[in-house]
């Protein structure tokens, strides 16, 4: 007998043909998450095991954030050939538990002695008898007390509910433009959730920005990397686009002029990067420059797709997320972005295609692309890394 996890997926069930392939994955990223308690991960008859920790639920809340669990529920692992130690089992496990219970097990052994009614009612009347504090309830009990009869038996109660989504690394490729605040994190988090690998673009404009707010960024990217890994960071020099925009462009309109550069660029590096799409912490009508109009205006100066997800969400719902994933507080620092320090006082809220076009005609873009895309520094961040800014 020996306690383990039971790692239980969500979405991977509708998956077809595909779904070894995002098995794979999934096991493989929950044994790189765990490689550092020396635990064991395997895949066995459809379901994912890991064993071999030390502190259960260090290991719990570890695995809990692996994009494409469901949940995970600590186990006991035994025989299943004495029927009685498992009850015995069974019982013990129920100690303490008040309230409304079930018996659910589930046979994939179609050769053992007891069908799935009969372990239940087995079961569950050994644990009425000897735990007075419960009741049955078979539609909507409290707790349910699991038992599964694979090639050895599986008991577990407590289900930890996990992140969800899809194994990362199973959808494609795409860059988030990571400012320092605190929707874009969270735009990030929610792409990557769905399997999307992400590296990242950020604009730096030194010394306008301090090195500070680059560092506070980076932290932000570590702290998604707790989720995803590693990821790629792109620091871009954006300072000489921006003392042009500013000193050459109407004031009106600087602010998506910048922003078109912005998107030019990461196109560029998601060319790079071999990346499909880009990543935005947009949400309609926030500010001047994510108006339906102004949002046009960004999006036409790239080809690749523009994901926007929370483009919906008010700002304390996109909070509540930032605070659940431990993005918050390191976005409310107080250092400020390269968006801020040039802002004009009267944004263009309506502005047209063809006259931004016109107004940025001034400016040799071509030039400033490439100067930028030739100073960028290329950083690698980890989840295991110690945050800088917050130290
Ligand atoms: P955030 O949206 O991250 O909270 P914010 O609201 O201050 O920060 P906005 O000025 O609203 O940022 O910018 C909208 C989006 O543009 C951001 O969500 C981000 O995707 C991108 N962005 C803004 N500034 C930068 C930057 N310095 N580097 C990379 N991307 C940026
Ligand atoms: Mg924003």
Redesign the pocket.
């Known amino acids: 007998m020996r306690e383990l996890l039971l790692v239980r997926y969500g979405e991977i069930f509708l998956k077809g043909q595909n779904r070894p392939y995002f098995m794979r994955t999934l096991v493989k990223n929950i044994r790189e998450s765990v490689k550092c308690l020396h635990a064991d991960v395997w895949l066995h008859d459809g379901r994912i095991f890991v064993y071999g920790f030390e502190d259960m639920n260090q290991c719990i809340e570890i695995v809990r954030n692996v994009f494409g669990v469901h949940s995970v529920c600590p186990a006991i692992e035994m025989e299943k050939d004495d029927f009685d130690a498992i009850t015995r089992q069974a019982i013990a496990m129920m100690e303490g538990i008040q309230g409304t219970f079930k018996v659910s097990a589930r046979r994939s052994d179609k050769l053992y002695p007891l069908d799935s009614p009969q372990i239940n009612e087995r079961i569950g009347t050994a644990i009425l008898r000897q735990r007075s504090g419960l009741k049955v309830d078979v539609h909507h009990p409290e707790h349910v007390m699991n038992v599964e009869i694979r090639d050895k038996a599986y008991l577990y109660v407590k289900v930890v509910p996990a992140v969800g989504g899809m194994p990362y690394g199973t959808n494609g490729k795409a860059c988030?433009?990571?400012?320092?605040?605190?929707?874009?994190?969270v735009?990030g988090f929610m792409i990557a959730k769905r399997g999307v690998t992400i590296s990242c673009?950020?604009?730096?404009s030194y010394p306008y920005t301090s090195d500070f707010a680059k560092e506070k960024v980076l932290d932000l990217a570590r702290l998604l990397a707790r989720y995803t890994g590693q990821i790629r960071v792109y620091v871009v020099p954006?300072t000489e686009i921006q003392m042009q925009i500013h000193e050459k462009c109407p004031q009106d309109y600087t602010t998506l002029i910048m922003?078109r550069f912005?998107m030019r660029l990461s196109e560029k590096v998601a060319e790079r990067e071999g990346a499909q799409a880009l990543?935005?912490?947009?949400s309609v009508g926030?500010?001047a420059?994510?108006t339906m109009e102004a949002l046009g205006t960004t999006d036409a100066v790239v080809t690749r797709p523009v994901f926007r997800p929370v483009i919906g969400f008010d700002k304390q719902e996109i909070i509540e997320v930032a605070e659940r994933i431990g993005t918050f507080k390191t976005?409310s620092l107080p250092y400020e972005?390269?968006?801020?320090v040039f802002t004009p006082r009267h944004p263009v809220t309506h502005p047209k295609v063809d006259k931004i076009a016109k107004a940025e005609e001034v400016l040799d873009a071509e030039t400033l692309i490439q100067a930028a895309m030739d100073g960028i520094e290329t950083v690698v961040v980890h989840g295991s890394d110690p945050l800088v800014v917050e130290n």
């Open positions: 988030l433009l990571l400012s320092g605040g605190i929707d874009s994190p735009a673009v950020h604009f730096h954006f922003r912005m990543i935005t912490g947009e926030q500010v420059s994510q976005s972005d390269c968006c801020t």
